[in-house]
């Protein structure tokens, strides 16, 4: 029996429900939203969001609607907030599932308002301003007519304004600091036309840990739960009692000996300096692993970090061993914990010129899950 698959993403969900507890902690009394969009970046959204949920997440965050009816499917009852709709968007299963929904324009409110109407029960909303992100959100020159709106659909019962969000930029302190304002801003105007939300919630997880000022009631962990930091600055996640959930992993494919000025992979951009050997790893494009990390990237192999050598292709890459001793079947370990000595999701991002969130979200479903702890 093989000791593992040929490749796995293996997601320690105990590490998702420590991550949860530990930002929980500090962002106390705010609650926390366990952000599991895009699969839960990657790492599957009905195993961490229960995981989430065992860490003292009280809410759960998806992008559209699709992904909280597979929450609900799945039979997580949790309360679910969908915030990204099409404009054609049919809202009423949503409304009979009690998802909550998030409202970015007068239309998408007036079109919530009439699918409750149809179902005969209101609509939970999050009513979201744009505060200076330039995408999803009430324009706030609109902010005013959707917030009297709001209030005339909750006097009618179709509608309950469960809560006010928005989004920051996380472009300096100072930005931030405008859009912080910006919000209050939209809060005391919702407060002007008689809402009285239950949540309000700014702070994703870069601002839940370094801006208490927008904790509100409410904070949305994303990349946090994942044990990924959100700051790019160089901080782990260890000097955040975080620790990284997702490890991927292969077992080498194939061994060669080569002479110097061999070259490998597509356009033999590497060539050997010297006599050494090279594993070949079954990843690739397909599976997500970032060709622009082609000559950059390191994997954790034989007890060291060794370098990806040559184009990264669409199924495997060659990794430069020197003169170690590999063979077959050994573990190779793309990231994972650096604690261990694997590289971390964040080091690859900045080996391809991006950041640890893009990394885990785009490993494919080629490479199967596999989940060790969690409740």
Do not use: C
Request: proline content about 7%; hydrophobic content about 50%.
């Amino acid at each position: 029996m093989n000791p593992q698959p040929f490749r796995e993403a293996v997601i320690d969900l105990d590490a998702i429900r420590g991550n949860v507890a530990a930002i929980a902690r500090q962002v106390a009394p705010a609650q926390v939203m366990a952000v599991v969009k895009a699969d839960a970046y990657g790492h599957g959204a009905v195993p961490v969001a229960r995981a989430a949920i065992a860490g003292g997440a009280e809410w759960l965050g998806v992008a559209d609607i699709a992904e909280a009816l597979a929450l609900r499917d799945a039979g997580i009852d949790a309360p679910v907030l969908a915030w990204l709709h099409d404009p054609a968007e049919a809202f009423a299963p949503a409304i009979e599932r009690e998802v909550d929904l998030g409202v970015s324009s007068a239309p998408q409110l007036q079109a919530i308002a009439d699918a409750a109407a149809s179902v005969a029960r209101p609509a939970a909303v999050h009513l979201k301003i744009d505060s200076g992100l330039s995408r999803n959100g009430v324009a706030p020159e609109e902010w005013g007519a959707v917030v009297a709106a709001a209030a005339r659909g909750e006097r009618e019962g179709s509608l309950r304004v469960r809560g006010v969000f928005s989004h920051l930029a996380n472009t300096s302190p100072e930005e931030d600091t405008r859009q912080l304002a910006a919000f209050e801003a939209a809060l005391a105007a919702a407060s002007d036309a008689g809402l009285a939300p239950e949540v309000r919630h700014l702070a994703s997880t870069a601002a839940a840990l370094r801006m208490p000022a927008a904790r509100f009631d409410l904070v949305r962990i994303g990349i946090g739960s994942y044990g990924v930091p959100p700051f790019g600055d160089g901080t782990t996640a260890e000097e955040l009692g975080l620790r990284p959930a997702m490890t991927l992993r292969a077992r080498v494919a194939a061994v060669r000996r080569v002479e110097a000025g061999t070259g490998a992979s597509y356009g033999h951009i590497w060539r050997a300096e010297r006599p050494t050997t090279l594993a070949l790893v079954p990843l690739g494009y397909a599976d997500g692993v970032p060709r622009q990390a082609s000559n950059r990237a390191e994997v954790w192999l034989a007890g060291a970090r060794r370098p990806v050598v040559g184009r990264i292709a669409m199924d495997q890459f060659v990794v430069d061993v020197g003169d170690d001793a590999v063979a077959p079947g050994d573990e190779v370990v793309l990231f994972g914990d650096p604690l261990t000595g694997a590289p971390s999701a964040d080091d690859w991002g900045d080996a391809a010129d991006t950041i640890g969130y893009e990394i885990v979200t785009r490993i494919g479903a080629r490479v199967p899950r596999t989940y060790v702890g969690g409740p």
